[in-house]
Nanobody, 121 residues
């Protein structure tokens, strides 16, 4: 069992940056692939970025976001730059034994409760 807790969300203006963190506990962190997803009101949860145990990463939001992980701290991060109003959503981190190209939320085993990111114009 893995517990995930996100932090770092908030209200920012368009063009600002935020760094989200996701702290894992309860099980060995390093073997899991980690993903960041987001869900805006009235929309389905969508894949944002993923990273495997060795640090290889993949993105749906190119250039502006960077995912990273610190296996020693059991933490995964999402650095978000040049934020846009359309980035407003609840951001979730997830863990699972999935491949780097997995973007389907249903294939991840563990989820955090989410952190709200609101970008104003």
């Amino acid at each position: 069992q893995v517990q995930l807790v996100e932090s770092g969300g908030g209200l920012v203006q368009a063009g600002d940056s935020l760094r989200l963190s996701c702290a894992a506990s309860g099980h060995t962190f390093s073997p899991y692939a980690m993903g960041w997803f987001r869900q805006a009101p009235g929309k389905e949860r969508e894949f944002v970025a993923g990273i495997n145990w060795s640090g290889d990463s993949t993105y749906s939001v190119q250039s502006r976001f960077t995912i990273s992980r610190d296996n020693g701290k059991n933490t995964v991060y999402l650095q978000m730059n040049s934020l846009k109003v359309e980035d407003t959503a609840v951001y979730y981190c997830a863990a699972g034994f999935v491949s780097l190209t997995t973007t389907m939320a249903t294939l991840y085993d563990y989820w955090g409760q989410g952190t709200q990111v609101t970008v104003s114009s």
